[in-house]
């Protein structure tokens, strides 16, 4: 980056009558005309990420990070009379859902600060996901249009589009790529189609809806889509540099496959090889099976896609035998390795008339790894039990990260001060530093307790801002933000709040700390039961803080359209992180890693990274409730009623506010369903929400009251800080590069 020049040019912007969407093309152009070249794909061995979602957040502020052109940039706009935070109106580019999206946009943030050659494909969504309205506490869906702010930060390749064919159609791939900044530029490559209406509807919406044939299919048609382009991108690169023998293409190419969306890659790899290349199919399957990896982020039945064979057939009829021949070869070598037929069909590839891209993923990759220690002792010992038993090496853990760049040092300067202050800077280039800051002076604590007052500030004048809503800054707050599912468990936290908030009343907890519970989630909009919810929060909310005889001491707030900014705010202004899903359902979260390292304490459940969280920043600084898988394996064995648990009181008073009048769901009769949910029906609280929702209560009233000793608290806070650089995603990448990669 010619900074000097970057910087140069900047003081000779001519700000006059400019709008602020002018002033952020303007600005960001410069910074891209001196950030200097992309890295190449393939002159040397690089790893290259597939992914349906990079959520990659506002770009503005952090790429200027990157580019070590952040604070000068604020100075001189200063000077012109213009505040750098006038950008936050420049919207994110959310072209994720969330977890494994904002994920992929980590790793390839913590490649680059690394140096290490890690390049994403994805697609260039015209839409990402949805804005987030409420009316009358109900989410509405609005479209993101955030091209309309232009899109500076990407440089179109005209050269290099592509024709994608699929039985029916075929539309051209333009790519767009985006750097990534950081010791070296990778580059995230965003697929656009284009040609007829029809095609440019495959890059138009994130996860079109896809309760209907048309949008499943439209999802197979977007898989394919940019694997395929991806696929023949490296494989021309390949040819270019080092000719047709493709035994070496493992040598300078590794292809990690983000879930179930991409695997459909494999198939387009060998058909390209076998059709435009010629090579044997058995050859083409043994390069594959030295070039892919999985990561499997979910055992969720659902997000595990498998495709019905019409619908290939339709429009991929050569990937459809494709991948039927794999399915033959797979089977046949389950067995030479020990299986028996039915359990090779455990693993089947292609049974009933069903694609299970999971076990093509399983079957083919050279690795496969889950994402926090429980998860992939689930995937060996239950999901992929025939698999692990066959080929135990390919599977192995690695525990999801945060990019500590983003999650810390831009989100929270004030907190990355002090700790420049305490241990000195050298944590920023090598994390593991930041495990100096143990063994804290009374001082440093003091420090903090006043960078968190600083931060929550902050936040409170910004929810002031959006949501309308004023929140003392003496209240403790609690914070829940993350996607809207039932194995979160927002209702838990909600049925809670609700025991809160009658024991307040009834004057059995009148001396409750103050305190305050944001939720921030958006709900897939055709999940009826997570849009339920969020109107008995926003129900919830508006009750309680409408009640003077309680709204001293607490307080709700759903903070609209929650996402990647939004959660910077957060994370750094919030003292206790909700982690409260059900024992063994969380894959890994993430948004706990972010809060850690912003020394919020986590109150969770025995669930995905929660344990490792605990396990680094100990069992004392953090606040653990709930029923262990273990332990909901039991229960469930020895038969669950739920029932039984509203037989206490406040359990009974704060579920029955579901039926009794208390809310109003406007007659649509949504949450009597979601109480006959609970406690009728085959399967009643299935994610065992009152079996938790005791030990839950308890626990929010011990925080509470820790709290009152804020010294105290703060020092727990700042272990976790102290602790948390394990969960940044420099570790995993490391780890990937290492153990997977070789790179
Ligand atoms: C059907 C809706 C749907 C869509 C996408 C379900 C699941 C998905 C993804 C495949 C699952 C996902 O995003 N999983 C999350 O991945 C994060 C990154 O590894 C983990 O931290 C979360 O625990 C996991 O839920």
Redesign the pocket.
């Known amino acids: 980056m010619e900074k000097t020049l970057f910087l140069h040019d900047l003081e000779e912007l001519d700000i006059q009558n400019k709008d602020v969407i002018t002033l952020y093309n303007e600005i960001s152009a410069l910074a891209m005309k001196h950030a200097g070249n992309m890295d190449e794909f393939g002159g040397y061995k690089c790893a290259y990420y597939l992914s349906m979602e990079f959520l990659i957040g506002r770009s503005f502020y952090n790429n200027l990070m990157e580019l070590g052109v952040l604070e000068e940039t604020k100075k001189i706009l200063a000077l012109k009379g213009i505040d750098i935070n006038v950008f936050e109106e420049i919207e994110d580019a959310a072209l994720g859902?969330?977890?494994?999206?904002r994920?992929a946009a980590c790793f390839l943030d913590s490649a680059a600060g690394l140096g290490l050659p890690l390049h994403g494909f994805g697609i260039r969504y015209k839409y990402g996901l949805f804005k987030q309205a409420v009316e009358n506490g109900c989410q509405v869906e609005l479209p993101d249009d955030w091209q309309r702010f232009g899109d500076p930060w990407s440089v179109r390749r005209d050269s290099e589009k592509r024709v994608i064919e699929y039985a029916d159609m075929r539309v051209y791939a333009v790519p767009y790529d985006m750097p990534v900044f950081g010791e070296k530029t990778n580059r995230l490559r965003l697929y656009q189609a284009e040609g007829d209406a029809g095609a440019e509807k495959i890059s138009e919406y994130l996860?079109p809806a896809d309760d209907t044939d048309e949008g499943k299919i439209l999802r197979l048609r977007q898989e394919y889509f940019f694997s395929a382009a991806a696929v023949a991108d490296l494989v021309e690169c390949y040819v270019k540099r080092h000719g047709k023998n493709f035994e070496k293409f493992p040598e300078y190419n590794v292809i990690q496959l983000n879930?179930?969306?991409p695997v459909i890659a494999v198939a387009e790899f060998i058909r390209l090889l076998t059709t435009e290349y010629r090579k044997k199919f058995t050859d083409a399957l043994n390069i594959a099976k030295r070039t892919f990896a999985y990561?499997n982020?979910?055992i969720?039945p659902?997000?595990l896609e498998c495709w019905k064979e019409e619908y290939v057939r339709k429009i991929l009829p050569d990937i459809a035998e494709i991948m039927i021949k794999i399915s033959v070869f797979a089977s046949r070598e389950y067995q030479s390795l020990g299986c028996t037929k039915e359990q090779a069909l455990e693993m089947a590839i292609f049974k009933g008339g069903k694609f299970y891209m999971a076990n093509l993923a399983v079957y083919v990759a050279k690795n496969v790894n889950g994402?926090a220690g429980l998860h992939t002792e689930i995937l060996k010992n239950r999901l992929f039990a025939t698999a692990h038993k066959t080929y135990p090496q390919k599977f192995m853990n690695k525990t999801?990260g945060v990019t500590h760049r983003r999650w810390l040092e831009l989100c929270n300067k004030e907190l990355a001060e002090l700790i420049d202050k305490t241990i000195g800077n050298g944590w920023r280039k090598d994390i593991s530093l930041l495990s100096n800051l143990n063994g804290f002076t009374e001082n440093t604590v003091n420090g903090f307790i006043e960078v968190k007052k600083i931060k929550k500030r902050q936040l409170l004048k910004y929810i002031a801002e959006k949501e309308g809503m004023e929140i003392p800054e003496n209240f403790l707050v609690f914070a829940q933000v993350k996607r809207l599912h039932e194995y979160k468990r927002q209702l838990m936290t909600a049925f809670a709040i609700l025991e809160l908030y009658y024991g307040i009343k009834s004057g059995k907890l009148s001396n409750l700390h103050p305190c305050v519970f944001i939720f921030g989630a958006k709900s897939?909009p055709s999940y009826k039961r997570a849009k339920t919810i969020i109107r008995f929060i926003n129900a919830i909310a508006d009750k309680i803080n409408s009640d003077a005889l309680t709204n001293g001491r607490l307080k709700v707030v759903f903070v609209r359209n929650y996402n990647v900014s939004y959660a910077e705010k957060i994370v750094a202004g919030a003292d206790v992180s909700l982690q409260v899903s059900t024992a063994g359902l969380?894959?890994?979260?993430?948004g706990n890693m972010k809060f850690m390292m912003n020394g919020a304490v986590t109150c969770g459940t025995m669930d995905?990274?929660n344990i490792e969280i605990v396990e680094r920043a100990g069992l004392e600084n953090n606040y653990i409730f709930g029923a262990t898988v273990e332990e909901l394996a039991n229960i469930k064995k020895a038969g669950y009623n739920p029932a039984v648990c509203v037989s206490d009181p406040a359990h009974k008073q704060a579920v029955e506010t579901l039926t009794d009048g208390t809310f109003s769901d406007g007659g649509s009769g949504e949450f009597k369903e979601l109480y006959e949910c609970l406690l009728h029906g085959e399967n009643p609280d299935g994610y065992f929400v009152l079996h938790d929702l005791g030990s839950y209560v308890q626990t929010l009233i011990s925080i509470c009251n820790d709290y009152v000793n804020n010294k105290k608290f703060a020092e727990k806070q700042l272990i976790n800080v102290a602790n948390s650089a394990y969960f940044s995603s420099d570790r995993t990448i490391k780890e990937y590069a290492e153990h997977i990669w070789k790179i």
């Open positions: 859902n969330g977890g494994l999206g994920l996860y879930d179930t969306h990561t982020h979910t969720l659902e997000a994402v999801n897939a969380e894959a890994s979260g993430t995905g990274a």
